[in-house]
């Protein structure tokens, strides 16, 4: 599958632990995006990288989320001192340099904080 | 930044009838939008997109419509077959930033056989 890959699929925790998403980009995409989908919501903008440079955060993406892209390829998403707020599933999508390219999402990593 | 709003949440059909979902933006210098069709537990996929410069884009039984004027564009399923139930979401990109998607919060079609 050469598609966008996300690991683990499912994640669950106790408030307060720390959590950390893998997402593997189609290997071509320079960008890569992270996006959290709660319930009957559409996917909301958290961080985008170009290579390995974070370019933007949203404000959803408090202090306690950092993401990574350390050369470029994959990405981890991490979040530390859950709450149960934070329970979403965590997209991540990536695509090519050129303009409106499609994004390519991942099939997510389903949180669910108890 | 950029507010998606769509309507309607959700849209109930008989197999073979035709299906809108409307979608309207607030920052006008939103250049491309793509919808995506998400099913229950998958990721979500493109079906079809417009950019600005264009009024009406086809693809089989898949059509939208945009209207930069009024800041809103349409999705149009014809003859519509019972795996087309999904959740349908429109986004939006604005001509800057990074090309991050903001979505609607989606429809969700039920085609009955």
Redesign the interface.
């Known amino acids: 599958d050469t598609g966008?890959s996300q690991n683990p699929r499912h994640k669950i925790t106790k408030r307060g632990q720390n959590v950390t998403f893998r997402c593997d980009p189609i290997s071509e995409h320079n960008?890569l995006?992270w996006?959290r989908q709660t319930l009957?919501?559409?996917?909301?903008?958290l961080t985008?990288f170009?290579n390995e440079a974070q370019?933007?955060k949203s404000r959803l993406l408090s202090d306690r989320f950092s993401a990574e892209r350390p050369k470029g390829s994959f990405s981890t998403l991490e979040i530390q001192r859950t709450e149960q707020g934070d329970s979403a599933m965590y997209?991540c999508?990536s695509?090519t340099d050129i303009s409106?390219n499609?994004?390519?999402?991942?099939?997510?990593t389903r949180l669910t904080v108890l | 930044g950029e507010n998606?709003e769509?309507h309607p949440s959700t849209l109930s059909v008989q197999e073979g009838d035709s299906a809108v979902i409307k979608c309207t933006y607030s920052d006008s210098a939103s250049n491309?939008f793509?919808w995506?069709k998400q099913e229950l537990g998958?990721?979500?996929?493109?079906i079809i997109?417009i950019?600005s410069n264009v009024g009406e884009k086809k693809d089989q039984r898949i059509a939208v419509t945009l209207n930069k004027t009024a800041k809103h564009f349409s999705l149009h399923i014809t003859e519509t077959q019972p795996e087309d139930s999904a959740v349908y979401?429109c986004?939006a990109?604005p001509n800057s930033?990074?090309?991050?998607?903001?979505?609607?919060?989606?429809t969700m079609l039920l085609v009955s056989p």
């Open positions: 966008v960008r995006y996006y009957g919501q559409g996917p909301e903008f985008y170009q370019l933007e997209l999508a695509r409106y499609e994004q390519f999402f991942g099939p997510g | 998606v769509q491309y793509p995506y998958k990721r979500p996929q493109l997109d950019r979401f986004a990109i930033g990074y090309s991050t998607l903001t979505f609607g919060k989606g």
